[in-house]
């Protein structure tokens, strides 16, 4: 998932827009990546609100 948000991120600077939900989202994924769920799906997020 981080992989393609940073294509599409990088994309996106290249052609001078801004994805601020993109990069929030982009956040929310290296913080559970931190958390050891490398490999986990987007239903980790749900993690994040608890």
Request: charged share 20%; aromatic share 6%; hydrophobic share 45%.
């Amino acid at each position: 998932m981080r992989k393609d948000l940073s294509i599409c991120l990088g994309e996106a600077r290249a052609n001078g827009t801004a994805l601020p939900v993109t990069a929030l989202v982009d956040q929310f994924y290296a913080r559970i990546q931190a958390q050891g769920g490398a490999r986990w799906d987007t239903s980790s997020l749900i993690r994040l609100l608890r």
